[in-house]
């Protein structure tokens, strides 16, 4: 039987041996790392610094509203070629509207005009013509002539686009400024369209 002073020094060893194992269980497990041992991080610390300064998260942008439609551009068609054509989709950006009749001398003259500015406009002052006044086949031989098949070119034989805007003569231009709103009705030559079409480009 051991004796008291060897129990004693035994149950002190079984107590530093407890107190160091409670130690090491407060500090948590330890990962290796290239250049020593390392305390794991405590559980209750932000893993990322991210974390830390996340904040709430900013609304997606909302998409763009579509550009009302003017009663001016409120209209449907068809142009020469059997396409339906929408004013509506014009809507938001100023437009040219040319009346034409294809047996109409004046309006031959404006159509070398009409022709070598309204590609270069297209996407900022659409130039539409709409053909009157005559039969289906001389509007496509003049379509043809001029070289006019960039623009679109309304088939307006039975008159309701000439009527919706009241013109009543060719060669007529109808200018709508960005709200649809007429600002030009009538005769322009090729000096005067292309000055206004800059101009409204440019605004």
Do not use: N
Request: glycine share 8%; charged share 15%.
């Amino acid at each position: 039987m051991a004796s008291p002073t060897v129990r004693r020094l035994g149950a002190a060893a079984v107590l530093a041996a407890t107190l160091t194992a409670t130690a090491a269980c407060a500090v948590g497990p330890e990962r290796t790392t290239s250049v020593g041992t390392v305390a794991a991080p405590s559980a209750a610390a932000p893993t990322t610094a991210a974390s830390a300064s996340a904040g709430p998260s900013s609304p997606a942008p909302s998409p763009t509203a579509p550009a009302r439609v003017p009663k001016t551009l409120a209209f449907d068609a068809k142009t020469l070629d059997g396409t339906a054509f929408s004013a509506a989709a014009l809507a938001g950006r100023p437009v040219v509207l040319w009346f034409w009749a294809p047996w109409c001398a004046t309006c031959a003259s404006q159509a070398w005009t009409v022709a070598e500015i309204a590609p270069t406009y297209r996407d900022t002052v659409p130039i539409v013509g709409v053909a009157g006044l005559g039969q289906q086949k001389a509007m496509k031989e003049f379509v043809t002539e001029f070289d006019l098949a960039g623009t679109p070119q309304l088939d307006d034989r039975a008159g309701a686009v000439w009527r919706r805007f009241k013109v009543v003569e060719q060669s007529t231009f109808v200018i709508l400024d960005r709200d649809g709103k007429v600002v030009h009705q009538g005769f322009l030559d090729g000096e005067s369209l292309t000055r206004q079409v800059e101009t409204l480009a440019r605004g």
